[in-house]
């Protein structure tokens, strides 16, 4: 883990609202049919310089409550795709959880550190629950960057 002052970038994508008690019961996860449909549309409008990020935003209030994730890439433009929606990744300081392996496990085993990590009683961060992102780095390697108060 490091922690990292980040400037604010824009991303574009597709957006689904949830809850982790939903993503809990398969009959009500969201997350993996938006990821579907980021891979069949979106996708194939991708260059070599495109950055994929799963963003988390627009909390209720903590991990319990309902927010928003948006699969999203830097360079996609609103108007390629209907249904694409323009958000932002504030600026501010974050904490980079890394890990690698096979998709999606990888990236479910980090949040599973994340969670651990700011239930711990002795975690000297507080989440801003502003905006979090999954960076996906390549095929295997995923950066969780979680918002600091």
Not at 59 to 71: E, K, L, N, P, R
Not at 77 to 90: G, K, Y
Not at 104 to 111: C, F, S
Not at 118 to 124: E, L, R
């Amino acid at each position: 883990m490091k922690i990292h002052e980040l400037d604010g970038f824009a991303v574009t994508g597709f957006l689904a609202r949830t809850t982790n008690e939903n993503e809990a019961t398969p009959t009500r996860a969201k997350i993996s049919n938006l990821w579907a449909k980021f891979n069949t549309s979106a996708a194939p409008h991708l260059t070599g310089q495109s950055r994929i990020f799963g963003l988390y935003t627009n909390y209720d209030s903590d991990f319990t409550g309902a927010f928003d994730v948006i699969a999203c890439s830097d360079t996609l433009s609103p108007n390629m795709i209907s249904e694409l929606i323009h958000a932002e990744v504030r600026s501010g300081k974050y904490l980079i959880f890394s890990s690698d392996g096979e998709m999606p496990q990888a990236v479910i085993k980090l949040w599973r550190e994340v969670w651990h990590y700011f239930n711990s009683p002795n975690c000297p961060y507080q989440r801003a629950y502003t905006t979090d992102f999954e960076y996906y780095k390549n095929d295997t390697e995923v950066d969780i960057y979680i918002a600091l108060k």
